[in-house]
């Protein structure tokens, strides 16, 4: 008897180990259903702005979460298919333009094509390199609560780092 329940215990503790694990992400639940603020673009960890050539600090205090006077936001709609999800995508704010996109959960491939122009806010100098950096991206990594949307500029590999819009 004690044996039986020993092997019952023993079921239940590789219950969840048994019934399968897997390594890609819901990319559905990660990019859709939200809208994304873009909170910084950086070069590596600690959320400092990376520095582009020809900027200045007021370019960035602009985008700042509580005093900036300028936004960017986007917005992906898609469906999943085999751990990828593919659809459109839409822009607001100082980049205001849509297109296509795609992520693959295993990989974490991903990439952006706007469709036509996009309207870039008049002043804004981060504005052209957010819509180039979009087109431009190649992997995708976060969550439900942080996206990061990685591409090379010059050699650098920076990302933008964006977080749901609060409701």
Do not use: Q
């Amino acid at each position: 008897m004690k044996k039986d329940k020993w092997i019952l215990g023993l079921l239940f503790i590789l219950l969840p180990l048994l019934s399968g694990c897997t390594t890609s992400d819901d990319v559905h639940r990660i990019f859709t259903g939200k809208t994304w603020k873009l909170t910084y673009i950086s070069k590596g960890k600690g959320g400092a702005w990376y520095r582009f050539p020809n900027t200045s600090d007021s370019d960035y205090t602009a985008y700042g979460p509580s005093t900036g006077t300028r936004r960017f936001t986007i917005t992906f709609n898609g469906a999943e298919s085999d751990h990828v999800v593919s659809g459109s995508f839409s822009t607001a704010g100082t980049v205001s333009t849509n297109g296509t996109w795609s992520a693959n959960g295993e990989s974490k491939a991903f990439s952006a094509k706007i469709s036509g122009g996009a309207t870039l806010e008049k002043g804004d100098k981060l504005a052209a390199i957010i819509k180039d950096a979009i087109s431009n991206a190649d992997k995708y990594s976060g969550d439900e609560m942080n996206l990061f949307l990685h591409f090379t500029y010059e050699k650098d590999r920076i990302f933008l780092a964006f977080a749901p819009v609060k409701e």
